[in-house]
């Protein structure tokens, strides 16, 4: 029997005393710098804008179907915002909408009504500008409580990509530099997969991998004639169980995993919460503010130095001042830049940390929309098979721009994709026909279907940017984010290889050719937004050192994805938190020396 535990009461938030330092933030980066932070001693208030929910009971993971009075729906009086919505109009997508509360496109996958504390009111968080799906999660642990967790490394195609093919920048540290974090995250957090020695696809230091399903490994076979690999997704989820982490289970293989948006609520799947914020309170030295959002970064405008944190309660509405060290942001790649550019001072008038004016720019992030659905004909009929219960299928990863240099366009992309019976058997909404004939049908193909889809590699570019708007303000009066951000031409032209390339594999496979999906989904589908304070060595081209400390401000450390110089296209989150992880260990280093 799996026992839950409480974490350790936290100790209530003192505005009076100067903490070691403050982390805005508690999703995968500030999780991650509360960890290492505690664990060298230091004193760490986090401030997270965000409540703190009952989560197991939000999650529900054991639950079927039929046991909910909508089959896991939303009801009817809220809205998750479509395609069409997100490409035909203009942000804000949700002014004068008609429903009591309107999400972000993830609450439209099935089993929504699991999510809808998790994912933030449009209604609530306005945003301008260009088109984009920004998905957001305001509770404690972020995104962190429902991400894919598709775990993956990044490799120095990715830290040298300029040196490779000469476009953009390089990162200001290479694969070397990061490999040991990437190891102390496998085996504080856990990870399950397979070794494939790939050079462009580092191996982690793996627990048990998810097995294949039979249609699965015959795609595994016949990609490798084609020199490409199929490897089972690497999931940020413990298999063999995690004896230092009292919080978490080892995965059971049972569960909801397939169910979108949805989580673990036995926390074999990492989320920030149970991985890293409990045991940092266990500390003694983590003291946590939920339904506080960070508004301001404050300055001593005697040294320039930042003095600590303006916060907004969440619930009241009323302004408090936390006073620290040392200032970690953590609060995600946008909302981050977003508070670098509120807090404007006369030390720093374009906001703090901004002297080169790239806050906000250089914005990156993943394409999505091509793939491909097959049926494998010799699975049509077979015994059901119970493939639910893992916490991902298969990846595929990069293999253009490798070895050759492709003509049309840079980088590269990878696939996500699965195969398998599911709880509600997959394409019966699109089967033909009625009565016993139609039952048999849907029976009959549910194991049969195959489906994958790309993420591609969108490339850094300056002008793609994101600002504050003038006017539009948030439900706290905080102004909000416009965007200024479109793909280019670089990731039209990789959209139409994904599609051709998927459809290839699959034909080479045997797989009867349903659907071609050529469309590029909008901006921001992804959600895995990135880059919009980069690391560099050159001060004048970059806001952040290599450590994520801030050139302009030594005290200022930004520890998210907007620190990566590029996107690459592999998930992010693992190397969020192992560059996380290195940086919290050099500023502790610092801090011990005196000299932040
Ligand atoms: C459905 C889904 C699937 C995903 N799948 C994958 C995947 O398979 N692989 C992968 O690598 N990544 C995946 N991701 C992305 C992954 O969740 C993020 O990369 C990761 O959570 C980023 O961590 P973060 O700490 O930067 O941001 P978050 O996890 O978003 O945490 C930021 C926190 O900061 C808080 N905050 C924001 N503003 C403020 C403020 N002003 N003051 C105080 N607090 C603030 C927020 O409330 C939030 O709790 C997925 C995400 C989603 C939603
Ligand atoms: S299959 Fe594993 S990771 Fe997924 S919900 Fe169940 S226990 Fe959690």
Redesign the pocket.
């Given at each position: 029997m799996f026992i839950r535990l409480k974490q350790a009461a936290a100790p209530e938030v003192d505005l009076r005393t100067t903490y070691d330092a403050v982390v805005?933030?508690?999703?995968?980066?500030?999780?991650?710098a509360a960890h290492v932070l505690t664990s060298h001693g230091m004193n760490v208030l986090m401030?997270?804008?965000?409540k703190k929910l009952d989560i197991n009971s939000e999650l529900k993971s054991m639950e079927w179907p039929y046991d909910h009075p909508r089959r896991g729906q939303m009801a009817p009086s809220n809205h998750a915002l479509s395609f069409n919505e997100y490409t035909i109009r203009q942000p804000p997508y949700a002014v004068g909408s008609r429903y009591k509360h309107v999400y972000s496109y993830?609450q439209g996958?099935g089993g929504s009504d699991y999510?809808k504390n998790i994912?933030?009111d449009e209604k609530d968080h306005p945003y301008s500008g260009t088109k984009y799906a920004w998905?957001?999660?305001?509770?404690?642990?972020?995104?962190?409580?429902?991400?894919?967790?598709?775990?993956?490394r990044l490799s120095d195609y990715d830290f040298k990509a300029k040196t490779h093919d000469g476009y953009g920048e390089d990162w200001p540290i290479s694969y070397a530099d990061i490999a040991p974090y990437y190891d102390k995250v496998d085996l504080y957090l856990g990870i399950s997969g397979v070794k494939e020695n790939l050079p462009h696809l580092p191996d982690s230091l793996f627990q048990r991998p998810n097995k294949l399903t039979a249609a699965e490994v015959t795609l595994r076979s016949s990609l490798r004639k084609m020199d490409r690999v199929l490897t089972p997704y690497r999931a940020?989820v413990t298999t063999d169980g995690l004896k230092h982490n009292k919080y978490r289970s080892k995965c059971f293989g049972r569960g909801a995993c397939g169910r979108?948006?949805g989580g673990c609520d036995i926390h074999a799947a990492f989320d920030?919460p149970t991985g890293l914020i409990y045991p940092a309170l266990d500390t003694g030295h983590l003291t946590l503010r939920t339904n506080?959002?960070?508004?301001e970064v404050l300055v001593d405008p005697k040294t320039g130095k930042a003095r600590g944190?303006a916060?907004v309660d969440t619930e009241t509405g009323r302004s408090y001042e936390a006073l620290a060290t040392v200032v970690v942001v953590?609060?995600?790649?946008l909302?981050?830049a977003?508070?670098l550019l509120l807090s404007k001072s006369t030390t720093h008038p374009n906001g703090i940390g901004n002297s080169s004016g790239h806050v906000g720019h250089n914005f990156c992030e993943h394409v999505m929309g091509p793939g491909v659905t097959g049926l494998v004909k010799d699975r049509i009929g077979q015994a059901r098979t119970l493939d639910d219960g893992r916490p991902?299928g298969f990846y595929v990863p990069r293999f253009r721009n490798l070895k050759e240099k492709n003509r049309n366009f840079l980088r590269g992309y990878g696939f996500?994709g699965s195969a398998g019976t599911t709880i509600f058997p997959e394409h019966a909404m699109e089967t033909r026909g009625f009565g016993a004939d139609f039952k048999k049908s849907v029976r009959d193909r549910a194991g049969a279907y195959i489906s994958m889809g790309g993420f591609g590699e969108v490339l850094p570019r300056f002008e793609n940017h994101i600002d504050l708007d003038p006017k539009l303000k948030d439900r706290w009066g905080?102004p909000t984010l416009r965007f200024h951000y479109k793909f280019g031409d670089n990731e039209k032209k990789m959209c139409e290889d994904m599609a051709n390339a998927a459809q290839e594999m699959f034909e080479a496979a045997g797989f009867e050719i349903l659907d071609v999906s050529r469309t590029m989904l909008t901006e921001g589908w992804?959600?895995?937004?990135l880059g919009t304070a980069r690391m560099g060595s050159n001060p004048k081209t970059s806001v952040l050192n290599q450590f994520q400390q801030s050139h302009d401000v030594k005290n200022l450390f930004v520890v998210?994805?907007?620190s990566h110089v590029s996107a690459s296209c592999?998930?992010?989150?693992?190397?969020?938190?192992a560059l996380a992880w290195r940086s919290c260990d050099y500023l502790a280093s610092e801090f011990k020396k005196g000299n932040l």
């Open positions: 805005v933030g508690s999703g995968a980066a500030g999780g991650m401030l997270e804008a965000g993830v996958w999510s994912v933030v998905v957001r999660a305001r509770l404690l642990g972020g995104k962190t409580n429902i991400w894919g967790r598709l775990a993956l940020g979108r948006a920030s506080a959002t960070a508004r944190v916060f953590a609060a995600s790649t909302e981050s977003r508070l991902g996500e905080i992804s959600i895995h937004e998210d994805g907007s592999q998930n992010p989150t693992w190397t969020i938190m």
